[in-house]
């Protein structure tokens, strides 16, 4: 007995669910029952059926729901609820457990599961579209898979390949060393610019100085050539006054002199005349 079965015969027995006539007399497949009917496949095309891709063996999406008949009462309706949750559990651990091992099996759960469903006029159109979406990417996962172990390697590709790797390796470190040698001439050039920039900035300084230093310049010879006027003046009124003092000069000279002589003569007298 597999998973898929155990999972049918797993559904609620506690109580007896009221079946109307027109259900009950529906053709019930051999081995199944009204909690747990079996899928039953077609042996007429069966051979077709497992030539194709096993997604297709997937039940078709689910009807929109049907009416519930008048006869169901909210005691039926409860207890259908417990049997749907409990059929979509059961199917969902069949999935994601990992007892279920290939496509097909989950396949067959699956429609096992959806046979109970619309069995019991459930409204999975949600569940079936997870359910189907689970099966069908495990399906393009196995694809890949077996595409992958399919693929093979010749040995000349191969060799390319490692030729590619190694001469990709080789330019990757040569392109470290280049990339090495750029940063130590970018730093070098960022020292030099920042060399650049501050001898700009002392040159900007050293301009604005030597404008500074130009009107000083200029205020200082206009100064000089006013000394120099007054200088000349100056010297010409010194020679002036020089000449002048040297007249005076020999003006009190020829005075002292006469001065002598009258004291001399002075004295002379003074002495004649104490004499006589």
């Avoid at 042996?43 to 009807?63: G, T, V």
């Amino acid at each position: 007995m597999d998973d898929c079965e155990r999972g049918g015969r797993g559904l609620p027995q506690k109580q007896q669910i009221a079946v109307p006539a027109e259900v009950s007399s529906m053709a019930i497949p051999l081995g199944s029952s009204i909690n747990t009917p079996l899928l039953i496949i077609d042996e007429e095309h069966k051979d077709e059926k497992i030539n194709l891709n096993p997604l297709s063996l997937l039940s078709p999406p689910p009807n929109p729901r049907r009416q519930i008949n008048d006869f169901s009462s909210s005691h039926i309706n409860e207890e259908s609820k417990t049997i749907i949750s409990h059929v979509k559990s059961v199917l969902v651990f069949q999935l994601t457990s990992g007892s279920t091992k290939n496509i097909e099996a989950m396949i067959k759960c699956a429609n096992n599961a959806f046979f109970n469903l619309d069995f019991l006029e459930a409204d999975y159109s949600s569940f079936y579209n997870n359910a189907r979406d689970f099966i069908v990417y495990h399906y393009d996962l196995l694809t890949a898979k077996r595409q992958r172990e399919m693929q093979s390697f010749p040995v000349e590709l191969k060799t390319r390949y490692e030729n590619a790797i190694t001469c990709a390796n080789d330019l990757k470190d040569e392109i470290f060393q280049t990339q090495g040698h750029i940063a130590m001439v970018m730093k070098k050039k960022e020292s030099l610019e920042r060399q650049i920039v501050d001898a700009m900035e002392l040159i900007g300084k050293l301009k604005e100085c030597v404008a500074v230093l130009k009107q000083e310049e200029g205020a200082l010879k206009y100064e000089e050539q006013k000394c120099v006027a007054a200088y000349e003046i100056a010297n010409q009124e010194v020679q002036t006054i020089c000449n002048q003092a040297e007249a005076a000069k020999n003006i009190l000279r020829e005075i002292d002199q006469r001065e002598n002589a009258a004291l001399n003569g002075i004295e002379s007298a003074f002495r004649r005349l104490k004499s006589i």
